[in-house]
């Protein structure tokens, strides 16, 4: 169990640019979430999959925001024409249905500075 | 809307005292309450979940739930430096977890 991974870690761009971030998580957890978190802020849930469907998005996820499960293992989230509002630590969490205590395992989040 | 809350501290105690962290939540029909801790610029990890109301003892951390008052609390006994982090309440709201915005403790040697 190597636990959830997310890369990368850190990344700057430039106002109006696209960044993608990938997860990749714990291998026999069907479920996998986005959150978004600011400083002075708890977590804030942008959407969630089961395998590979979206179940459910957030109002926060905007149309600029895109995420995907293709194969029900990694996930990515893509931000297209980025503002400076969403600077962010943008967190992937993942859990599993078989006998879930409700418990979500993070990956260390991938850090989004836009300039 | 759902709402979990916290009071962003920071909370200050001498080491070896004991820390006590609160939260309250709006949804009386919730069943499930989680406490994380997450360290400065690191994620959030689990210390305990806790269902029934009562006491629930791991250690040095204790859960506190009481359902009627919608209310939960950490108690950390011994506190040490090294748990000085902010502390994220979250309460299962179907299928994700909601998170009140965390306490910042501060232990001093």
């Known amino acids: 169990d190597t636990g959830v991974s997310q890369n990368p870690r850190h990344k700057i761009t430039k106002r109006g640019q696209n960044v993608t971030f990938r997860c990749d998580p714990i291998?026999?957890?069907?479920?996998l979430y986005w959150y978004r978190q600011t400083l002075g802020q708890g977590p804030e849930f942008l959407t969630y999959?089961?395998?590979?469907?979206?179940?459910?998005k957030s109002r926060l996820l905007s149309d600029r925001f895109s995420a995907e499960r293709p194969k029900g293992s990694f996930s990515t989230l893509e931000i297209q024409r980025t503002e400076q509002g969403d600077s962010a630590m943008y967190l992937c969490?993942?859990?599993?249905?078989?006998?879930?205590?409700?418990?979500?395992?993070f990956g260390e989040g991938s850090r989004l500075t836009v300039l | 809307q759902k709402e979990v809350e916290q009071n962003s501290g920071p909370l200050s105690v001498p080491e070896g005292a004991i820390a006590s962290l609160n939260c309250t939540y709006s949804?009386?029909?919730?069943?499930?309450f989680f406490w994380y801790r997450q360290y400065s610029g690191k994620s959030p990890e689990l210390i305990m979940f806790?269902?029934?109301?009562g006491d629930k003892e791991d250690g040095r951390f204790t859960a506190q739930l009481n359902k009627a008052s919608q209310y939960v609390s950490l108690l950390i006994r011994d506190s040490q430096p090294s748990d000085s982090a902010t502390y994220l309440c979250?309460?299962?709201?179907?299928?994700?977890?909601?998170f009140g915005k965390g306490t910042m403790l501060l232990v001093s040697p």
């Open positions: 806790i269902y029934s109301n």
């Open positions: 949804d009386r029909g919730s069943q499930s």
């Open positions: 999959f089961q395998n590979e469907a979206q179940l459910e």
């Open positions: 291998s026999e957890h069907n479920r």
């Open positions: 969490a993942s859990s599993s249905t078989q006998g879930n205590t409700g418990e979500l395992f």
């Open positions: 979250a309460v299962k709201t179907p299928p994700t977890l909601t």
